[in-house]
Protein backbone atom coordinates (compact mmCIF):
# COMPACT_ATOMS: atom_id res chain seq x y z
CA UNK A 1 0.00 0.00 0.00
CA UNK A 2 1.20 3.42 -0.89
CA UNK A 3 0.06 6.44 0.41
CA UNK A 4 0.78 10.63 -0.13
CA UNK A 5 0.31 12.97 2.45
CA UNK A 6 1.91 16.40 2.21
CA UNK A 7 5.58 16.29 1.34
CA UNK A 8 5.70 12.60 2.62
CA UNK A 9 4.83 9.07 1.22
CA UNK A 10 4.73 6.00 3.12
CA UNK A 11 5.13 2.54 1.75
CA UNK A 12 3.39 -0.52 4.07
CA UNK A 13 4.51 -3.89 2.94
CA UNK A 14 2.45 -7.05 4.46
CA UNK A 15 3.98 -9.99 5.36
CA UNK A 16 1.35 -12.36 4.01
CA UNK A 17 -1.39 -11.25 1.33
CA UNK A 18 -4.13 -13.78 2.42
CA UNK A 19 -3.41 -12.40 6.53
CA UNK A 20 -2.50 -9.27 7.00
CA UNK A 21 -3.23 -9.16 10.51
CA UNK A 22 -0.07 -11.10 11.27
CA UNK A 23 2.38 -8.08 10.77
CA UNK A 24 3.65 -5.60 8.82
CA UNK A 25 5.89 -3.18 8.57
CA UNK A 26 5.62 0.92 7.33
CA UNK A 27 8.35 2.83 5.82
CA UNK A 28 7.89 6.71 5.71
CA UNK A 29 9.90 8.61 3.12
CA UNK A 30 9.98 12.47 3.22
CA UNK A 31 9.65 13.38 -0.67
CA UNK A 32 12.49 16.47 -1.00
CA UNK A 33 14.76 15.76 -0.41
CA UNK A 34 14.01 11.96 -0.66
CA UNK A 35 15.09 10.58 3.09
CA UNK A 36 13.52 7.60 5.17
CA UNK A 37 12.29 9.67 8.12
CA UNK A 38 10.69 6.81 9.87
CA UNK A 39 9.20 2.96 10.23
CA UNK A 40 7.03 0.99 12.22
CA UNK A 41 6.50 -2.17 12.92
CA UNK A 42 3.26 -4.00 13.94
CA UNK A 43 3.62 -7.78 15.28
CA UNK A 44 0.42 -9.89 14.93
CA UNK A 45 -0.75 -9.58 18.01
CA UNK A 46 -0.62 -5.89 17.26
CA UNK A 47 1.72 -4.71 19.24
CA UNK A 48 3.47 -1.32 17.37
CA UNK A 49 7.00 -0.59 17.48
CA UNK A 50 7.85 2.90 15.55
CA UNK A 51 11.53 4.36 14.97
CA UNK A 52 11.64 7.87 14.31
CA UNK A 53 14.97 9.40 12.42
CA UNK A 54 15.62 12.97 13.81
CA UNK A 55 18.99 15.51 13.18
CA UNK A 56 19.86 13.09 10.45
CA UNK A 57 23.30 14.62 8.67
CA UNK A 58 24.39 13.44 5.19
CA UNK A 59 27.82 12.71 4.22
CA UNK A 60 29.53 12.37 7.22
CA UNK A 61 32.59 10.23 7.17
CA UNK A 62 32.50 6.78 9.49
CA UNK A 63 35.01 4.20 10.70
CA UNK A 64 35.37 1.06 8.31
CA UNK A 65 35.14 -0.87 11.18
CA UNK A 66 32.13 0.59 12.26
CA UNK A 67 30.04 -1.76 10.65
CA UNK A 68 30.48 -5.79 10.43
CA UNK A 69 28.64 -7.32 7.67
CA UNK A 70 28.42 -11.02 7.42
CA UNK A 71 25.71 -13.10 5.53
CA UNK A 72 23.65 -15.79 7.62
CA UNK A 73 21.40 -18.56 6.12
CA UNK A 74 19.41 -20.23 8.81
CA UNK A 75 16.11 -19.03 8.47
CA UNK A 76 13.87 -20.99 5.86
CA UNK A 77 17.20 -21.81 3.80
CA UNK A 78 17.56 -18.16 2.58
CA UNK A 79 20.96 -16.15 3.04
CA UNK A 80 20.18 -13.36 4.80
CA UNK A 81 22.60 -10.29 5.28
CA UNK A 82 23.19 -9.21 8.66
CA UNK A 83 24.67 -5.88 9.52
CA UNK A 84 25.29 -4.94 13.06
CA UNK A 85 26.80 -1.46 14.13
CA UNK A 86 29.31 -1.88 16.86
CA UNK A 87 28.76 2.13 17.94
CA UNK A 88 29.79 5.33 17.45
Do not use: H
Amino acid sequence: MLFLKGNQTAITLVRKKEDPDEGYITLVFDNNPIALSEWSVVAGQGVETRVILSNMKSNVSLPAGLFNIYKKSKFDSADILGVFCEGL
